[in-house]
């Protein structure tokens, strides 16, 4: 029987891997080499792209202290993305390459200017993971006193992607002539001024980039709330999300793609991938095995609530790991946080925290041999309806091993199922995101 291939990509950051681990890089990646590797590591596995996330602040939100961040390396160190994308576009050829920019830190003429600058240098294969950063600690970092709330967020990167993608189209395709005969490099009756006034936001335009041939740059966004999920139907290319089980992904896929035909758009031409932390061994006695000694691990418990407290500014030191949560809300990731807590399945704090799998990270367990997970992860797929995954390690920490164990163990047993490809057949991450 043949089956429909999905999509594989991998959730990383520009932090420290794991140091104190015997196979990570240790501790200091910042010449970028270690996460280089990484993607053509990734990139002989086939995979659609490399996603790194980005923060932009020191928390503080756990215990009211920077202590649990640092001493753990969580959520910081955090370097910027941008440049590591050149990096690892210039050492691939296939890979996508996507880095987070927040759309409060980046003024939108910057930010669209750094996308086209990336587009080029990798050929058509970089995207723009859009974030309207969720924290108060980062707001502080920009001159506000706290993050606006969410709603007006929404409104404000509504009004944000209109100036950009205005701002991509200001040079018509052809602008660029390049003709020595009449000593002309751009025709400026090709290029146009935007004069964008908005609200928010304005800008008079042109870009004062070349005009990509690769379209607009791909656009990944992880809207979770009900306003994030409509933002992300409507722009982007790909929506990266955790959903809870398989009931819970499946529910978050068609919920998106309603949103997204509802904005007009074809609901087939954006994939939806879904977080997941396969821990894997030679034997399915070994994998959960590994898997016990993380969840029991305390360290791993701290970093865990550490890590959710960073992105929805609520200190969950002052939870007890045995008793329920009581229903929180906030004004930082909402969606992620009510996807951590399941509301009304009464289940305990140490239980939440062990189904997150280090973060907020895993929609559904998966811990065995590479074949059984294999075949687990196409049992989701067919029930969810697609399109694919987005690997992430525990903490985000990652080592050469893990790694390892994805593309050298993992991808060939998905390969063998013909449930992942085995071969690029397309240069751009637009094309290869939509060749199934
Ligand atoms: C897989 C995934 C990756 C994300 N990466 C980042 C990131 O790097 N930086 C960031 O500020 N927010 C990140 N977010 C948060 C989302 O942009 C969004 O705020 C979150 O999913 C909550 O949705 P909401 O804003 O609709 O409540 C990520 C979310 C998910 C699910």
């Excluded at 009004?159 to 000593?183: H, K, N």
């Excluded at 607009?216 to 929506?239: E, H, M, N, W």
């Excluded at 529910?251 to 977080?275: H, M, Q, T, W």
């Excluded at 041999?369 to 390690?393: C, F, H, Q």
């Amino acid at each position: 029987m043949s089956v429909k291939p999905f999509h594989m990509g991998w959730f990383m950051e520009f932090s420290p891997d794991e140091w104190n681990g015997p196979f990570g890089g240790g501790g200091s990646p910042w010449s970028g080499e270690f996460y280089v590797e990484m993607a053509q590591a990734l990139e002989r596995a086939c995979f659609d792209l490399i996603m790194a996330a980005d923060t932009l602040m020191v928390s503080e939100a756990y215990g009211g202290s920077m202590e649990t961040y640092l001493k753990h390396a969580l959520l910081v160190p955090q370097h910027d993305p941008a440049p590591l994308a050149a990096l690892m576009a210039s050492a691939t050829s296939h890979l996508g390459i996507a880095i987070t920019l927040s759309t409060m830190g980046y003024p939108p003429f910057l930010l669209a200017r750094l996308c086209r600058t990336l587009d080029h240098i990798s050929h058509g294969r970089f995207a723009w993971n859009i974030v309207t950063t969720a924290e108060n600690h980062a707001a502080q970092n920009f001159g506000l006193d706290k993050l606006p709330d969410r709603q007006l967020r929404y409104d404000m990167a509504d009004e944000y992607m209109e100036l950009v993608c205005q701002l991509f189209d200001s040079w018509e395709p052809g602008a660029i002539v390049m003709d020595r005969e009449t000593d002309v490099y751009a025709d400026y009756k090709k290029v146009h001024p935007i004069n964008y006034k908005g609200k928010f936001f304005s800008s008079r335009g042109p870009l004062n980039t070349a005009p990509s041939p690769y379209g607009r740059t791909v656009f990944l966004q992880a809207g979770g709330s009900p306003r994030g999920r409509t933002f992300a139907a409507k722009y982007a290319d790909c929506i990266i999300a955790i959903g809870a089980g398989v009931e819970g992904m499946k529910s978050y896929r068609d919920d998106v793609l309603a949103r997204a035909a509802e904005a007009g758009r074809n609901p087939n031409d954006i994939k939806v991938l879904f977080c997941v932390t396969p821990t894997l061994g030679d034997t399915e006695e070994e994998a959960q095995a590994k898997h016990q000694r993380m969840i029991t691990n305390p360290s791993f418990i701290e970093q865990s609530l550490a890590f959710i407290a960073g992105i929805t500014d609520i200190d969950f030191s002052k939870f007890d790991l045995d008793k329920e949560l009581p229903h929180l809300t906030t004004n930082g990731e909402q969606g992620s946080l009510d996807m951590f807590a399941q509301w009304g399945s009464g289940k305990k704090l140490r239980q939440l925290v062990i189904e997150a799998s280090g973060g907020l990270l895993a929609s559904v367990e998966l811990v065995g041999t590479p074949d059984k997970v294999a075949e687990r992860m196409g049992e989701v797929m067919r029930e969810v309806g697609g399109d694919g995954y987005l690997i992430t390690s525990p903490s985000m920490k990652i080592s050469r091993r893990y790694v390892s164990e994805i593309t050298d163990e993992l991808v060939p047993a998905l390969q063998r199922r013909g449930l992942v490809r085995t071969k690029y057949t397309k240069t751009t991450l637009r094309d290869t995101l939509k060749e199934f």
